[in-house]
T-cell receptor, first 113, second 114 residues
């Protein structure tokens, strides 16, 4: 089962920042927070991931709280093409290997003109 | 560097036939993951493979489904004696070994059983 809780849906105006929250209160020390999105049944697209520090790349920023129990994905200037289902996933790294991504229901983000 | 390649993109099979789905991981990636997405549903994990080894097949149906990732060539997801309920999108992802790596997905194979 997914270890995260996300709102079912959100709306955002085009050009504004989209802030997508995620709760992962049972996260453990060797688990990373990953974000993916799926645009209209295409293959899931990697966005960003982090352990405990805030991260930023060309797509988004990831803000992780100090206790690591929640995080927020920020799309700084949302466009219509950002309309998608966004998945927040915690992923464990056992010694010497990696682990599958377990997808929950995600947040359906709709960017409105 | 080409992304994860899946083929065919669309596959139509009659009930009882076999379906073979192929996944070529990104260059340098030795881990492959298969997922299934039924219409209007979420992504469900099926199997995780490394070269020549099945690491986690906890999501694979016990019958008719099998997967391999040989030393050379693509990973294959094989569905024998397909039924209408197998109609779905099948996605493959690949990643490298080690900590702090991301997995990249292909565009999927849409299987339709008629």
């Amino acid at each position: 089962d997914a270890k995260t809780t996300q709102p079912t849906s959100m709306d955002c105006a085009e050009g504004r920042a989209a802030n997508l929250p995620c709760n992962h209160s049972t996260i453990s020390g060797n688990e990373y927070v990953y974000w993916y999105r799926q645009i209209h049944s295409q293959g899931p697209q990697y966005i960003i991931h982090g352990l405990k520090n805030n991260e930023t790349n060309e797509m988004a920023s990831l803000i992780i709280t100090e206790d690591r129990k929640s995080s927020t994905l920020i799309l700084p200037h949302a466009t219509l093409r950002d309309t998608a289902v966004y998945y927040c996933i915690v992923r464990r790294y056992p010694q010497g290997g990696s682990e599958k991504l377990v997808f929950g229901k995600g947040t359906k983000l709709t960017v409105n003109p | 560097n080409a992304g994860v390649m899946q083929n065919p993109r669309h596959l139509v099979r009659r009930r009882g036939q076999e379906a073979r789905l192929r996944c070529s991981p990104m260059k340098g990636h030795s881990h492959v993951y298969w997922y299934r997405q039924l219409p209007e549903e979420g992504l469900k994990f099926m199997v995780y493979l490394q070269k020549e080894n099945i690491i986690d097949e906890s999501g694979m149906p016990k019958e008719r489904f099998s997967a391999e990732f040989p030393k050379e060539g693509p990973s294959i997801l094989r569905i024998q004696q397909v039924v209408r309920g197998d109609s779905a999108a099948y996605f493959c992802a690949s990643s490298t070994t080690g900590l702090d790596t991301e997995a990249f997905f292909g565009q999927g194979t849409r299987l339709t059983v008629v």
